[in-house]
């Protein structure tokens, strides 16, 4: 069955601070990965797109990572800023162009 | 504002009544798609068109939910009859599909209440 299972399910961080959020998938045929960021009462935001010969993508401080053979992506965020905080979600593309996404991550950042 | 316009933001409605919400993509987008969340989830497929052909339906949609896209420009998702577990945000999103890595562009939803 085609799955994307995102970890931690919840995340308090201090503003300033690193943080690294996990996504793994079993989807196959693989097309592309996502991560998208929603704030709370708005819609998803894009903020990148990995196809299976990326490794790393960087979107301001967020990089995103895949590992396309551990099936296994990673969200960094650097020097948190408070309105970092929000619902970050993995998406991933399947055969037919199929979306399937994860349950998210929500993120809080205090100061 | 040149985004994913969706109407109206909130909608309240009591059990049985028939709703209708309406998006309006980015305009030369030829892909809109219909999600649906609830709180602590990712967005769910419901249905998508390319241009004014609606290519697909998740199993997961029952008959009291109808959507069009007429003339390839807005559309509206309806539902008829409603039920208190149709309660969630409705997300429209829109893409130039091209070579099938084109981001998905959302709109801010409609948050469905029916008590």
């Known amino acids: 069955k085609n799955q994307v299972e995102q970890s931690p399910q919840s995340l308090i961080i201090l503003e300033g601070k690193n943080c690294t959020l996990q996504?793994?998938?079993?989807?196959?045929?693989?097309?592309?990965l996502r991560w998208y960021k929603q704030d709370t009462g708005r819609g998803p935001v894009s903020l990148t797109i990995?196809?299976?010969?990326?490794n790393t993508k960087s979107n301001g401080r967020y990089t995103a990572t895949l590992d396309a053979d551990t099936k296994q992506s990673s969200l960094h965020i650097t020097a948190s800023q408070l309105s970092d905080s929000a619902s970050y979600i993995c998406v991933v593309k399947g055969q037919g162009g199929k979306l399937i996404f994860g349950q998210g991550t929500e993120l809080s950042v205090k100061p | 504002d040149t985004g994913v316009s969706q109407n109206p933001r909130h909608k309240i409605t009591k059990r049985g009544q028939n709703v209708t919400f309406r998006c309006d993509p980015i305009?030369?987008?030829?892909?809109l798609y219909w999600y649906r969340q609830t709180l602590g989830q990712g967005p769910e497929f419901l249905t998508y068109f390319q241009n004014e052909a609606q290519l697909e339906k998740s199993r997961l949609l029952s008959d009291r939910f109808s959507a069009e896209r007429p003339k390839g420009s807005f559309s509206t998702l309806e539902i008829q009859r409603t039920e208190q577990g149709d309660s969630a945000m409705y997300l429209c999103?829109?893409?130039?599909?091209?070579?099938?890595?084109?981001?998905?562009?959302f709109g801010n939803g409609t948050r469905l209440t029916v008590t």
């Open positions: 305009s030369e987008h030829n892909r």
């Open positions: 999103a829109s893409s130039l599909e091209t070579g099938g890595n084109s981001p998905l562009h």
């Open positions: 990995m196809t299976f010969s990326e």
């Open positions: 996504c793994n998938y079993t989807v196959s045929p693989f097309s592309n």
